[in-house]
T-cell receptor, first 113, second 116 residues
Framework: DAKTTQPTSMDCAEGRAANLPCNHSTISGNEYVYWYRQIHSQGPQYIIHGLKNNETNEMASLIITEDRKSSTLILPHATLRDTAVYYCIVRALTQGGSEKLVFGKGTKLTVNP | DAGVIQSPRHEVTEMGQEVTLRCKPISGHNSLFWYRQTMMRGLELLIYFNNNVPIDDSGMPEDRFSAKMPNASFSTLKIQPSEPRDSAVYFC??????????????FGSGTQLSVL
């Protein structure tokens, strides 16, 4: 699987946009970019994923560069409840057709009042 | 849907005892995953099943760990004998795999295991 690099931590003011970067320079053509987050003491939560095009859902937007070597997760109006560890993961289909997500260290996002 | 259900929520046991963690995946999901999380090692994938069959158990730390999925709605992770270094939060996750590589994982609330 392609390796991802994320900043260890970031801060954001409440109500402002939080932009979380992720580098995945070795990504291959069939690998998706996934974002999950983990709020303290809870299980990880799916946020969004994409292959080539930018994606948006009710939680966030995902911007993938044209060369697909990096991406940015955008939380448009961060709230205190968005304080969490955010994981960027690159994964392709495995044998047997099953998903196999390997989590790195992630970015600890702190939203400040 | 109730989501992925794990039990117990907390488990405290003594070294050498057998520990069994339980997981009920989301109905209709065909893939199930067991993860372990510690401060030092982060989230580690232990094993995953597809259609009740173990596909990859390369993350299982040693023979003291075993996992089963007797049917589509139930899985167990057993540690026998348990050791203090097994103390961690154990998460179960499930997904609906259609073989397209873009499935979402849904995680349970985890089991906090403390081995004294």
């Amino acid at each position: 699987d392609a390796k991802t690099t994320q900043p260890t931590s970031m801060d954001c003011a409440e109500g402002r946009a939080a932009n979380l970067p992720c580098n995945h320079s070795t990504i291959s053509g069939n690998e998706y970019v996934y974002w999950y987050r983990q709020i303290h003491s809870q299980g990880p939560q799916y946020i969004i994923h994409g292959l080539k095009n930018n994606e948006t859902n009710e939680m966030a937007s995902l911007i993938i560069t044209e060369d697909r070597k990096s991406s940015t997760l955008i939380l448009p109006h961060a709230t205190l409840r968005d304080t969490a560890v955010y994981y960027c993961i690159v994964r392709a289909l495995t044998q047997g057709g099953s998903e196999k997500l390997v989590f790195g260290k992630g970015t600890k996002l702190t939203v400040n009042p | 849907d109730a989501g992925v259900i794990q039990s117990p929520r907390h488990e405290v046991t003594e070294m050498g005892q057998e520990v069994t963690l339980r997981c009920k995946p989301i109905s209709g999901h065909n893939s199930l995953f067991w993860y372990r999380q510690t401060m030092m090692r982060g989230l580690e994938l232990l094993i995953y099943f597809n259609n009740n069959v173990p596909i990859d158990d390369s993350g299982m730390p040693e023979d003291r760990f075993s996992a089963k999925m007797p049917n589509a709605s139930f899985s167990t992770l057993k540690i026998q004998p348990s050791e203090p270094r097994d103390s961690a939060v154990y998460f179960c996750a499930s997904s609906l795999s259609r073989g397209q590589g873009n499935e979402k994982l849904f995680f349970g609330s985890g089991t906090q295991l403390s081995v004294l």
